[in-house]
């Protein structure tokens, strides 16, 4: 029973090697000439300033979860368009549906404030 | 594949229907409502729990049978309609305590509704779930729900403490309730109850480890879930911290949700018969939950905890009826099981209501500023609010096990299938026994810290004065209580009968 699980196995090996053989390969083969500026943390090429540890304001994870509830909804429109002449009326009406609850919680968002900034 | 909705379907989803309106409405209404006045809101709410109540109601009598929908995703059986009939009793309950609640401490607000709403629609997914895909989409939106609910008073820390204990572990047990539905996927190649269990009478997936280990899984995340030892550790934290209206609903309607899916995935799909390993972990789960439970509450100062202590002990206790339910099941003609399993349903229906009732003391003997939640802060209330002394008293009689309220009969029932099923051929009667013997010891060291409570109500010099306060829908709905759990201590024939006609096919 357990050789049914020898793919996993290989899987795994696979895996290991792969990445492992890069991570070897490439100390072994790469160039290194190591200056001051290559040693800093990168970031978009400027010069770094302050610490990374710095505070962000709460308003952008409330931001960013509107964005992700609202733009993984938009996933489930793609499935419903390919087949959405076999579906026909009720297919349209379903979508309807879905789309006006999602509609009634984006004006509840609204009025409740939570996209303005201030 | 047709898409075409049914009439039939539409009137077996009512409920949900009702409950996923009446949660966006709410919704609606707080941000365009005009804003002081928010005790509308706490009607609207009780009207729309009533009638999605009504609407289940109207299913349980209409069809009689079991009903399949979705293509055998959804199941409309009597269990589900017992557990859906139980989920919007207490629904409606919760959401009486919370309208004096939430007004006295002056955080009342639509979502509040909404959320207790989606939950309630969650566990009645739960309670018709048809495989495990459902089962799980059930349990998440149940879940996120009352985490959000735990954190509802965000200005006390107490709250964001529960909410954010509960989410953190709650969310690690879904994964591992998740990580074991794949292995049984994997295994079995189904994750449909019905073809599942006609997989496990076979016999031979129990002798497939990954299968097993997928059960054994599974079990952990639904034993976190109804706060069976040891994934218990969130449970004193969650009640405590969680707003005491909110406290109620967690303890009576997430517990019951939580046996739904233990009940409908355990002894209904998997079985019983020969070689069916999740048997075994469920008694030592009950026997240790139940004792646990019991000797932690005995050291408790704080009455939240001490009732969410007390909660896991009851939990332990419905465990062993699931246990005894497997014990003998596919032995004899079943008839202990299905005994053992209405006796599930009882306990958890009338445990329910008692806890809902407790809680409702609780908040009845709360005050805006300080909730007066320690033992000491009871000394001698019994005294100066006679009403809810006495009300809290039979409430503890019933948690107890005491007659003639309905927590004796609930004990009665679970004891009897044990005892019975000690005496069918090929059972495991020693193992009954001990559990037997676990249930009336525990309802004894129980019983130290109920009537430590009535003692610190009743002979104890009071440390203050209880100053009176207006809280009408509160005393309304413990005052149903009160009636519903003596009925149900006198007349528990009914609602058995109920519980036992979900499991009639059951052998």
Known sequence: ?118 | MNPVVQMSTTFALLPLVILAASGVALLLLEVFGSGERREYLGYLAIAGAVSAGLAMVGITVSAGGGATFFDGAMVVDRFASFVGVGVLAFLVFAVLLSVDYLREHQIARGEYYALLFFAAAGMLVVASAGDFIVLFLGIELLSLSIYVLAGYWRSTDLSVEASIKYFLLGSFASAILLFGIVLIWGEAGTLSFAALKSAAAGGAVWQNTAFVVGVFLVLGGIAFKVAAVPFHMWTPDAYQGAPTSVTAFMGAAVKLAGFAALVRVFPMSFGGGAGAMWVEPVVVLALITMTVGNLAALTQSNVKRLFAYSSIAHAGYVLAGVAVAGLVLGKGDGAASRDALAGVLFYLATYGLTFLGAIGVVILLGRRGDENLTLDAWSGFGWQAPAAGIAITVFLMSLGGIPPTAGFFAKFYLLRATIEGAGVQGAASGTLYTLAIFIALNSLIALGYYLKLIIFLYMRRPEKELTPTRLPVVSIAVVLLVFLVLALGVLPGRLYDFGYSAFAALR
């Open chain 1, 1 to 118: 029973m357990l050789s049914s699980y020898l793919p996993v196995l290989l899987m795994i090996v696979a895996g290991i090697a792969v990445a492992g053989g890069m991570l070897a390969l490439k100390s072994l083969l790469g160039p290194r000439n190591a200056t001051p500026e290559k040693q800093k943390p990168f970031e978009c090429g400027r010069e770094s300033t302050g610490s990374a540890h710095a505070r962000f304001s709460i308003k952008f994870y409330l931001v960013a979860l509107l964005f992700i509830a609202f733009d993984i909804e938009i996933v489930f429109l793609y499935p419903w368009a390919v087949v959405a002449k076999g579906l026909g009326v009720v297919g349209l009406v379903q979508m309807g549906v879905f789309l006006g609850v999602l509609v009634l919680g984006f004006i509840y968002v609204w009025k409740k404030g939570a996209l303005e900034w201030d």
